[in-house]
Structure formats: C-alpha cells, structure tokens
C-alpha cells in the first residue's frame, strides 16, 4: 500500500500539536515531519525532534537551494516543510504527519495529490478562549490578534477533505486514525491489486474446472 501525507491543521489552540504527539505515540505506521522554524525554541521543546532551529539567515538559504515543500510566514516567524523530511518519513514506509498551518497546507495541496488533509475545529469560541488564555500569558490585545487570526483560519476548513471537532481529545483522535486506516484502504493506494485480482480469479477458475471435469 503506498503511503501518504497527513495534514493537520487547526486555529492556534485547535488541539491539532496534541492530537499529532498522541497519534504518533499509539501507531507505528506515522512519522513526524520535522519542520524548520526560526521561531525561538520554547523551553518544552529540543532542537531536532520538535522542530529544527534554524536562524533567518539559514531559513533564507535552505529557501533558496528549494529545500522547502512548502513556508509561510506565522506570527512573525517562518515555519517551513523541508521536502528530504518528508522523503526520509516515506522511506521508512511510513505516512507522514505534518502539523502545518493554512498557507503551507494550501501550497502543499497544489503541489501533491498524496495527500490527506483534516482540519481540527475547536468545539466552540469559547472552549478556543480558554485554551489560548490557560496557554499564553497573553495581554489582552496580543490575545484579540490570536483570535481575529483563529478567525481567519477557520474560514479554510472547508478546503480540507476531512473536519474534526476536537471537544475530546480522545474521540478526536480516534477519528484521526479512523481517517487515517480508511484512506489507507483507498483502491488506488493498493500497489499489486490487478496481480491480486488476477491471482484469485485464476484460482477460481481452476476450481471451478475441477468441479466441472
Ligand atoms: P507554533 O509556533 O505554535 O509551534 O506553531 C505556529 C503555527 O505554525 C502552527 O499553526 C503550526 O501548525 C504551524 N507550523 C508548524 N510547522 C510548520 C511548517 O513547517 N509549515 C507551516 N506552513 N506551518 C507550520
């Protein structure tokens, strides 16, 4: 079965960073596209497995040699999907899981048809609110701009194939996975299927001959 790209993409706060660490813990079958930031690193968070630290300088060099499958530029920061990432991920024959915001996910979808794409909604304004004040020690306007760009966001979803309404956060990661198994199961993702059908058709047939000699 050939393998392919998970986007997941949720205004701040949607819960989709979570939903992706858990996923990644509980299946085998995913792997973690590790993208390139020049945001500083959070004290949570090492160099190489969150995210790679790159500095502007870097970033810019790396965008220009075309290692990027995709970057957008996210509250003042760049964030970039590096392609040998991706590569490396469905080498190891896995799929890839990108935790991407809307731009990248746009660019990402032009450019590659293996792609499934969810998007995370948040189970009300309200939950989202409290999520992003409990997380950041945000003043008041820092928090506005949040919310007028959670808005912004939400007006992508509908590009996704795929929505989930992140209200538990175990039901929605079912859901993720329950996604994830079906589309694996896609026709067109099934490498050998015409050797398969052909194989089980032969064989009933020399049954069928056994029983009619
Ligand atoms: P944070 O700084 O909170 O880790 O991430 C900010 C936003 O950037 C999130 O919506 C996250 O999904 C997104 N993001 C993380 N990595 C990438 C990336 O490689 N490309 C794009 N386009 N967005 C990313």
Redesign the pocket.
């Known amino acids: 079965m050939s393998r392919f790209l998970v986007i997941?993409?949720?205004p701040?706060g949607g819960g989709?960073?979570t939903i992706a660490h858990r996923l990644m813990a509980s299946r085998d079958d995913l792997g973690f596209?590790i993208?390139?930031?020049t945001?500083p690193r959070r004290t949570t968070e090492r160099d190489g497995v969150?995210?790679h630290f790159l500095s502007i300088e870097q970033f810019e060099q790396r965008r220009e040699a075309g290692a990027f499958l995709?970057?957008?530029e996210?509250?003042g920061?760049l964030?970039?999907?590096l392609e040998a990432e991706v590569d490396r991920v469905l080498a190891g024959g896995r799929h890839v899981v990108?935790?991407?915001?809307i731009?990248?996910?746009a660019?990402i979808r032009q450019r590659r048809s293996d792609v499934v794409s969810i998007f995370v909604l948040p189970p009300s304004a309200e939950v989202l609110v409290q999520r992003l004040t409990e997380r950041a020690s945000d003043d008041r306007e820092s928090l506005a701009r949040r919310l007028t760009q959670a808005g912004i966001e939400l007006q992508q979803a509908e590009l996704y194939d795929y929505v989930v309404v992140n209200d538990d956060l175990a039901r929605a990661v079912a859901e993720v996975a329950a996604i994830i198994d079906a589309e694996t199961h896609r026709t067109a993702r099934q490498d050998g299927l015409v050797q398969t059908v052909d194989r089980l058709r032969s064989d009933l047939e020399r049954r069928t001959n056994e029983l009619t000699e």
């Open positions: 997941l993409s949720s701040s989709k960073t596209s993208s390139a930031t945001r969150d995210y995709e970057w957008a996210y509250g920061h964030y970039g999907t990108l935790d991407i915001e731009q990248g996910a660019q």
